[in-house]
């Protein structure tokens, strides 16, 4: 037994605490998937997204992802990072624009294209 319950232990490698943690989808980022992609609006809005911001800019980074599959596969979406451990779990990715409310897609191979 380990009694010395004030001694930390690390568990997992030390990360920045302060990222956002997984959230709904940013406007921008639904309105292009159902609009330009013809996606379905009902599954679109179930899925998560994990944001980064760029430092000193309204351009944030994000990763699109599904929360059922990831509770499926047993894995834990924290932050942006996480889905480093899946890359399988990112079904769309990319940049937009906070304030212009704009967004730019590196969509998977395979996906089919904006027009």
């Known amino acids: 037994m380990n009694w010395k319950f ?3 232990r690390e568990a997992e490698p030390a990360q920045p605490s302060n990222l956002p943690k997984p959230q709904e989808l940013p406007d921008p980022v639904g ?9 379905d609006p009902d599954v679109i809005w179930n899925y998560r997204a994990v944001v980064l911001r760029e430092e000193g800019k309204s351009k944030r980074l994000f990763r699109v992802f599904d929360p ?8 834990r979406v924290r932050d942006y990072y996480s889905l480093d451990q899946a890359p399988e779990l990112i ?3 990319g940049v937009y624009n906070k304030s ?3 967004a730019e897609f ?10």
Do not use: C, D
Request: hydrophobic residues 45%; glycine residues 6%.
């Open 6 to 8: 004030w001694e930390k």
């Open 31 to 39: 309105r292009f998937l159902v609009v330009n992609l013809k996606l």
């Open 68 to 75: 059922a599959q990831a509770k499926a596969m047993n894995i």
């Open 91 to 93: 079904l769309y990715h």
């Open 100 to 102: 212009s409310g704009k």
């Open 106 to 115: 590196r969509l998977p191979e395979g996906t089919p294209e904006a027009a």
